[in-house]
């Protein structure tokens, strides 16, 4: 059973143009909300993570709102580049069980 | 500072034949994690070890795949026959200390076909 599902599968966005993905969690013992960045033969790298007791954190470009509520989160990134194009990975996990739930990947393309 | 290194990058065999993977975490990480990713599943942990003791290996597929983590700096995950629904990119991660929001380090993969 997928416990983290995400949107879009794909998305091709101009140039400094606005990128957003979202994702929707069931299992509310969640308690870390990261998002990774993989590209093509690479390993997911961690991007950005946020914790539920904040609605949204920066680091530069990239964005991440919570609702905790809704059990949703996204990744927005802003004025977006060709050198994002990458598949981005949203994931949750809880306390001492440590293991990572991947949300199922969403391809970005920037075009130039 | 070297990152999680996984070895080899490519392997393809035949069907039934033994594969394994190795793993080398990042120096002074207690924790490392096998995950598979495909197409159909995506991202998928396997299993997962602190301080050298599996923890959690019910994401294993079945009796076929083994790991073991023999001492700090090496891990390996072996299957065993090998059969072609096995093929896909597995990888090694690792991390240091408790607490759900430390960052899990991947390596590149090792992209594994079963012919």
């Known amino acids: 059973q997928q416990q983290v599902k995400q949107s879009p599968q794909s998305l091709i966005v101009q140039k400094g143009g606005i990128s957003i993905i979202n994702c929707a969690y069931e299992?509310?013992?969640?308690?870390?909300f990261p998002w990774y960045q993989q590209f093509p033969g690479k390993g997911p790298a961690l991007l950005i993570a946020?914790?539920?007791?904040?609605s949204e954190k920066k680091e530069g470009r990239f964005t991440i709102s919570f609702n905790k509520s809704a059990k949703q989160f996204s990744l927005h990134i802003m004025d977006s580049q060709p050198g994002d194009s990458a598949t981005y990975f949203c994931?949750?996990?809880?306390?001492?069980?440590?293991?990572?739930?991947f949300g199922s990947g969403t391809q970005l393309t920037v075009l130039p | 500072d070297a990152g999680v290194i996984q070895s080899p990058r490519h392997e393809v065999t035949e069907m039934g034949q033994e594969v394994t993977l190795r793993c080398k975490p990042i120096s002074g990480h207690d924790y490392l994690f096998w995950y598979r990713q495909t197409m159909m599943r995506g991202l998928e942990l396997l299993i997962y070890?602190?301080?050298?003791?599996?923890?959690?290996d019910s994401g294993m597929p079945e009796d076929r795949f083994s790991a073991k983590m023999p001492n700090a700096s090496f891990s390996t995950l072996k299957i065993q026959p090998s059969e072609p629904r096995d093929s896909a990119v597995y990888f090694c991660?690792?991390?240091f200390g408790a607490g759900s929001n430390q960052p899990q380090h991947f390596g590149d993969g090792t992209r594994l076909s079963i012919l």
């Open positions: 994931a949750a996990s809880s306390g001492s069980a440590r293991q990572l739930t």
């Open positions: 991660a690792s991390s």
């Open positions: 070890f602190n301080n050298n003791v599996p923890i959690d």
């Open positions: 299992n509310t013992a969640f308690d870390y």
């Open positions: 946020i914790r539920p007791d904040v």
